[in-house]
């Protein structure tokens, strides 16, 4: 029972220290690749190369005056920021960062919530992310925290449906719905070097999936719950001090989450990265650090992936947003869905 | 087993963001300007309530997602099944059915313009 | 046994919030509750999928739709009206009526509770088993549903027609001028 007991709590903290705090690093890493990639230097002063520039924001969030405005429905609006962080956490209890274990006479899973489902979980937490958006830009009682929230809503709800079916496509393709299944199918090499990631095997689905991340993190090009030009900072706008940090906090782990999952379906998960093999062999403790540090390395490849994204296109309208999402994504999805199976069974009828 | 360790997340999860959001209005500093607490729009003096009636393409939006949605789940558990069943053909038949029905849904929503935004 | 307990009575407390709740969003709220409570009995229960599907579909379709229509439509500028009082009892008897009717079948011809052991073998399995052999008929018919649903959620919501008059008339106004 005791060992029970500390085993949950280990993975509890591990699952939630860890994009927690990494959240730091990957703030500071936007806005120095934001500089870099804008030939400026960006934050430098406080601390070596300003990496203690993060903390200082923390104490600044903490210190702020925390301004509540006399318009808004007082409860909605400080519940808003903590259903955004809240929901945004619970896709990560699904998540698994290494393989089981066998140890202590029973097989440790390494996700706090065990379940042969865990995927569908993982998605429908991160499809119940507009809840705190809503709830924010209704009780804000503002019109563009209003517009931004209906905005935000209509889109990540649109981009999810082509999102949707490129997972269907791959649960379709790997026969199975657990996550151990599907990482066990993508180890090993095709010609004895390409990984046999899902990426290879369905690029389409992946770049529908990739699109979907974007859209449901509200990340640029998506940011239309934000565009400042338009709409000043959308679902936030009413909002200072921590709470806002809360919303930002949301933004970074959906982010997180939704990458985990990428990776979980189209690069391996925390299967070993090529190369890794020789060494992980050696003991079962260095075997599970190694894949940690494999699904580390991934996701922090994919937070990369979104700065460079965020400096290189420009934001969408909104009308090109939904027919992007509509008319282009959605049919493609289907069709990719269609020839994938049509595929399967005239190969093996 | 899942359930009591799913809650001991959730409650921490909770008392995480709680706990962020008390430390702030502890902590932080307190002035009284009644032109802070006011209605932000762009420095303009607001006009007129914030709820009011907005386009009712968000709702279309949602209500063809909700549809949608329902036809994708009920393709995952047909994904799952496909490879397990023994009479694939009759499950390909059925598939194809599905698919022509939900393009038939698909290509009115596209005819109708209900979800085109520029006017 | 006692987690069940709880879950149920939280449940029953959502709903009863829906119900009883003067401010609408805060019903919506208290629905969105209701179901996820509910997707979590089903986990207890052990019918995972059906707990997996409802948090997608009904949690975060559905629930977002109520949520979205009271803010998109300004349901503060409906003053209540009293006079449908009469209405209201009509209908809370016959719900209470038809509640007691059931649960009186059920006690009296002791119909066969879901029991936790009959399920937990493999749920997921026995599921698709009967779903795509015995009832695959009705899986391809609930597609022609959701189709019919599309159409007049499209019908409904356009305004084709009128925008159409609206011009007409318009123009002829312009004529007479």
Redesign the interface.
């Known amino acids: 029972m005791l060992i029970?007991i500390v085993e949950?709590?280990l993975?509890?903290v591990i699952?939630?220290a860890l994009p927690?705090g990494a959240l730091p690093i990957i703030i500071h890493v936007e806005r120095r690749g934001a500089a870099f990639m804008q030939k400026r230097l960006g934050p430098n002063r406080v601390g070596p190369f300003g990496l203690l520039q993060p903390l200082a924001d923390v104490a600044k969030?903490?210190?702020?005056?925390?301004?509540?405005?006399?318009?808004v429905r007082d409860f909605f609006y400080?519940a808003a920021?903590?259903v955004a962080?809240?929901v945004a956490?619970?896709p990560l209890?699904c998540i698994p960062i290494a393989a089981p274990i066998d140890a202590f006479g029973k097989t440790i899973y390494p996700e706090?919530?065990?379940?042969d489902m865990g995927i569908?979980f993982a998605f429908a937490a991160s499809a119940l992310g507009s809840y705190g958006i809503l709830l924010a830009g209704?009780a804000?009682?503002?019109?563009?925290?209003?517009?931004g929230a209906?905005r935000a809503?209509?889109q990540m709800?649109?981009y999810?449906?082509s999102l949707?079916?490129s997972?269907?496509?791959m649960?379709?393709l790997y026969?199975?719905?657990d996550i151990h299944l599907i990482i066990k199918a993508q180890t090993g090499y095709w010609f004895g070097f390409l990984p046999m990631w899902g990426f290879f095997l369905q690029p389409v689905a992946a770049l529908l999936f990739l699109v979907g991340i974007f859209a449901e993190s509200n990340r640029l090009p998506f940011d239309l719950a934000e565009g400042e030009s338009e709409i000043?900072a959308g679902y936030h706008?009413?909002y200072s001090?921590?709470?806002f940090?809360?919303f930002f906090m949301a933004e970074y782990i959906h982010m997180i989450a939704l990458s985990a999952l990428f990776i979980i379906f189209f690069f391996g998960g925390y299967s070993l990265l090529p190369g890794m093999e020789i060494i992980a062999n050696k003991s079962p403790i260095l075997l599970v650090a190694l894949q940690a540090i494999s699904f580390i390395t991934k996701i922090a490849l994919m937070i990369w992936f979104f700065v460079w994204v965020r400096w290189t296109l420009p934001r969408f309208r909104?009308?090109q947003l939904?027919?992007l999402g509509?008319?282009k994504l959605?049919?493609l999805g289907?069709a990719n869905?269609?020839v994938t199976?049509?595929f399967v069974?005239f190969r093996n009828? | 087993?899942?359930?009591?360790?799913?809650a001991?997340?959730?409650v921490?999860?909770?008392t995480?963001?709680?706990f962020?959001?008390g430390?702030?209005?502890l902590?932080?500093?307190?002035?009284k300007i009644v032109r802070?607490?006011?209605?932000?729009?762009?420095g303009v003096n607001p006009v007129g309530?914030?709820?009011?009636?907005?386009d009712?393409?968000?709702?279309?939006?949602?209500?063809?997602?909700?549809?949608?949605?329902?036809?994708?789940?009920?393709?995952?558990?047909?994904?799952?099944?496909?490879?397990?069943?023994s009479d694939?053909?009759?499950?390909?038949s059925?598939?194809v059915?599905?698919?022509v029905?939900?393009?038939?849904?698909?290509i009115?929503?596209?005819n109708?313009k209900?979800?085109?935004?520029?006017e | 046994m006692s987690?069940d307990i709880f879950l149920s009575l939280l449940t029953a407390a959502f709903a009863l919030m829906v119900v009883f709740s003067k401010k609408t969003v805060v019903a919506a709220f208290a629905l969105l509750m209701t179901l996820l409570t509910i997707a979590?009995i089903y986990?207890?229960v052990g019918t995972v999928?059906l707990s997996a599907?409802q948090v997608?579909?009904n949690a975060?379709?559905?629930a977002?739709?109520f949520v979205?229509?009271m803010?998109?439509?300004?349901l503060?500028q409906f003053p209540n009206n009293r006079e449908k009082n009469k209405m209201k009892l009509i209908i809370t008897s016959f719900t209470v009526l038809v509640i007691m009717g059931v649960l009186a079948l059920v006690i009296n011809n002791n119909i066969e509770m879901l029991s936790v052991e009959n399920l937990t073998d493999n749920s997921?399995?026995a599921?698709?088993d009967k779903?795509?052999t015995a009832y695959?008929l009705p899986?391809?018919l609930?597609?022609?549903l959701?189709?019919a649903?599309?159409?007049a959620?499209?019908v409904i919501?356009?305004h084709e027609k009128h925008e159409k008059h609206e011009k007409e008339e318009l123009l002829e106004t312009e004529k007479n001028r």
């Not at chain 2, 802070?36 to 762009?42: F, L, P, T």
């Open positions: 029970e949950i709590l993975k509890i699952i939630l927690l969030f903490m210190f702020k005056e925390e301004v509540h405005p006399t318009h400080t920021p903590l962080l809240v956490l619970l209890a706090v919530f065990r379940s569908f209704w804000s009682n503002n019109k563009y925290s209003m517009l209906l809503c209509a709800v649109s999810e449906l949707s079916t997972v269907v496509a649960i379709f026969g199975t719905n000043v706008l009413e001090s921590m709470k940090a809360l909104y009308d939904m027919n509509w008319e959605l049919p289907i869905l269609i199976v049509l069974y009828p | 087993m899942e359930i009591a360790s799913f001991v997340f959730f921490i999860a909770c995480l963001g709680a962020l959001l430390i702030s209005s902590l932080g500093q307190k002035r802070e607490n006011d209605v932000y729009e762009s309530s914030a709820i009011r009636q907005y009712i393409k968000f709702y279309v939006t949602a209500i063809l997602f909700l549809l949608f949605d329902v036809e994708i789940v009920f393709l995952l558990p047909w994904a799952l099944a496909y490879g397990e069943s694939k053909a009759f499950m390909i059925g598939f059915f599905f698919m029905i939900l393009l038939v849904g698909y009115f929503v596209i109708s209900a979800l085109k935004w520029e | 987690v979590i986990f207890q999928f599907v997608l579909v975060g379709a559905i977002i739709l979205f229509v803010m998109l439509i300004n503060e997921m399995k599921l698709f779903l795509f695959y899986f391809e609930a597609t022609m959701l189709l649903a599309i159409v959620c499209i919501t356009s």
